[in-house]
């Protein structure tokens, strides 16, 4: 069975490198106590670990974007192999061009648009530290809560797909 592609390809699969040729990417240590539960998420450093954005973190606690292995099975896969307490390689993305994911459809991003990162307020579709395309508050006027933070040094680099997928160029 074969799939068409009727208007355009996917962009791309979260967390994978989209240009080889351009980019720093560093090998860390991921806590497995503390580990990414997809690959496409910015992290920050823990000590000599590389863990996910927890509550309250800012921009300024962000170190990486988890790079997506090739071939690979998923995160929670690797902590069922290894086990709890046995910490293992991944790498981060330092400076580059990434596929990242955004919640719902990135079709309408524009080319330089600004890179949000969810520091608060996780849902079961954007946890701490994934991407989006627009500010996000929770509640209304003095009082809400702010739960996107802008990532600096960070731009979309043209239109995503309709799953949701989307290019951005990091520290470029």
Do not use: C, H
């Not at 992290?43 to 690979?72: H, N």
């Not at 600004?114 to 209304?140: C, H, I, M, Q, W």
């Amino acid at each position: 069975m074969s799939n068409a592609y009727l208007y355009r390809m996917p962009v791309g699969i979260a967390g994978a490198v989209s240009r080889p040729q351009d980019l720093t990417i560093e090998p860390v240590i991921i806590d497995s106590s503390r580990s990414f539960p997809v690959y496409g998420l910015v992290g920050k450093y823990d000590g000599d670990y590389f863990v996910p954005l927890a509550a309250g973190d800012t921009a300024e606690k962000i170190q990486g974007i988890y790079v997506r292995p090739y071939p690979t099975t998923s995160t929670p896969d690797w902590v069922r192999q290894i086990g709890e307490g046995k910490n293992f390689p991944g790498d981060a993305l330092k400076r580059g061009y990434m596929t990242v994911s955004v919640d719902g459809d990135a079709s309408k991003v524009t080319k330089g648009g600004v890179v949000y990162v969810r520091v608060a307020n996780p849902t079961d579709t954007s946890p701490l530290g994934a991407f989006l395309v627009a500010e996000e508050k929770t509640g209304e006027g003095e009082s809400a809560t702010v739960n996107t933070a802008i990532l600096p040094n960070a731009q979309f680099t043209g239109a995503g797909d309709a799953d949701g997928n989307v290019e951005i160029s990091y520290k470029i």
